[in-house]
């Protein structure tokens, strides 16, 4: 879906990316970690042509991105920012319906449209579409924000930090809804974040920039797997890593035959992080997991979960 292909940006003497080699794949989403100044943006923008390379090349379905007109080709692309941009003097409706409007799209079709993607993103019409902006919280604004991008339904949506100013129960909601989202539409994400935690609630897949330059990529899994190294091992907290590897790991991945009956109950697709949590909310060494097809459910242990590697 995305390729960079040894893509550079360059400010005088410093590169801000620095040949970058990497591969989207369609309908997965692919998480940018990185510290602050690390090069996501920089890299992001490249991809809309907000920032041109000054060496290499961006393909957005095996074609460059260089040779397409930058206004069309943000048309195609849902572009996702921190501080959300709506228009203040635009009510909702009107703001999720920029762009079906610069497309010529019948009113009725813009009308159904907005009434779809406020309730794609857990906000009631009625409620919602005639607000101002300011009529908003943030986490309000940002889900709105998030319906503008997905208005003309774009295969493609870049999100640059866009929960970073929530608060942390707003944030993991917004999280759930992404996700959700994902899973109904199918779209292609690339996400910017500076927050571990963030990262691994969403990525199917993880890029990690250092200094402009990617020094990991890959499933979550696999890229915390043993004793992650160097620059990794830095972004993600040394004294945290073997918390974070649980995110990455499926709950039944060490579930044991056994009579689960009166044990605290995870949902089916908890991560091993997800079972810690409801251990120590609990109170209890051991947890239940239910029956799902494919896998016959079981029981959980602390001391399986506490020697895992
Ligand atoms: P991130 O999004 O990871 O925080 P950025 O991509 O915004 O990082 O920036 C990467 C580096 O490039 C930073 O050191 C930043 O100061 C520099 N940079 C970004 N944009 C410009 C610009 N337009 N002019 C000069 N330097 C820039
Ligand atoms: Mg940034």
Redesign the pocket.
């Known amino acids: 879906m995305i390729r960079f292909e040894g893509v550079s940006r360059r400010y005088g003497e410093q590169a801000a990316v620095d040949r970058v080699t990497l591969e989207v794949p369609r309908g997965s989403i692919c998480v940018l970690l990185g510290e ?1 100044g690390s090069g ?3 890299l992001m923008r490249m991809v809309n042509r907000l920032v041109e390379p000054s060496a290499g090349r961006v393909l957005v379905d095996g074609r460059d991105v260089a040779g397409a007109d930058p206004e069309e080709l943000r048309r195609g692309i849902g572009y996702v920012i921190q501080s959300v941009g709506l228009f203040p003097h635009w009510r909702v409706a009107d703001n999720i319906a920029t762009v079906p409007r610069l497309l010529g799209w019948e009113p009725a079709r813009i009308a159904a449209r907005v009434e779809t993607l406020l309730e794609l993103v857990g906000l009631e019409a009625t409620l919602f579409r005639d607000r101002f902006p300011h009529e908003l919280s943030g986490g309000q604004a940002q889900r709105v924000g998030l319906a503008r991008a997905l208005a003309a339904d774009p295969p493609l949506l870049l999100m ?2 866009p929960f970073s100013a929530l608060d942390p129960g707003t944030r993991r909601g917004l999280q759930v809804a992404l996700r959700e989202i994902h899973a109904e539409t199918g779209k292609t994400i690339l996400f ?1 974040t500076h927050d571990v935690e963030e990262a691994l609630a969403l990525a199917d897949r993880l890029a990690v920039l250092d200094q402009g330059q990617l020094v990991a990529q890959g499933r979550p899994a696999a890229l915390l797997e043993g004793a992650a190294q160097g620059p990794v091992r830095r972004i993600f907290g040394e004294e945290s890593l073997a918390f974070h590897r649980l995110a990455t790991l499926p709950a039944r991945s060490l579930a044991r035959v056994g009579d689960a009956d009166a044990l605290p109950m995870l949902p089916a697709d908890a991560t091993l992080k997800q079972a810690l949590m409801l251990m120590l909310s609990e109170n209890s060494a051991r947890l239940a997991l239910p029956a799902e097809a494919g896998f016959g459910g079981g029981t959980l242990h602390w001391t399986d979960l506490v020697t895992a590697r």
């Open positions: 602050s996501k943006s920089t640059d930090e910017v």
